[in-house]
């Protein structure tokens, strides 16, 4: 069973910085599709960063330039930089694994961790 688990989220001052991280285990972690998504309090989820088992590199446009997905395959981490936060990003931060077995496509979240931007 694969399992993910954040850390590093907390609370930062607008303009200021986090680093997540994600930790993986129970899979073939260098096979997985990793993706960072968010959800704000009343509003959809929605993806903030991929990266592939490539290491190409996907944003959502309001974060390009200001965050940084990067993973470690022999570590099974991933992690996510993010820089010159603004309030509206207050949010819980999920992790998520996706990989595809035979035309089946997995998918796996961890529990979110809470990101609180003040102004």
């Known amino acids: 069973q694969v399992q993910l688990v954040e850390s590093g989220g907390g609370l930062v001052q607008a303009g200021g910085s986090l680093r997540l991280s994600c930790a993986a285990s129970g899979g073939p972690f260098s096979s997985f599709v990793m993706a960072w998504f968010r959800q704000a309090p009343g509003k959809a989820r929605e993806v903030v960063a991929v990266i592939s088992q490539n290491y190409n590199k996907q944003y959502s446009d309001s974060m390009k330039g200001r965050f940084t997905i990067t993973r470690d395959n022999n570590k099974s981490t991933v992690h996510l930089q993010m820089n010159n936060l603004n309030p509206e990003e207050t949010a819980i931060y999920y992790c998520?694994?996706?990989?595809?077995?035979?035309?089946?496509?997995?998918?796996?979240w961890g529990p979110g961790t809470q990101v609180t931007v003040s102004s």
């Open positions: 998520t694994a996706s990989i595809r077995v035979q035309s089946q496509e997995y998918h796996y």
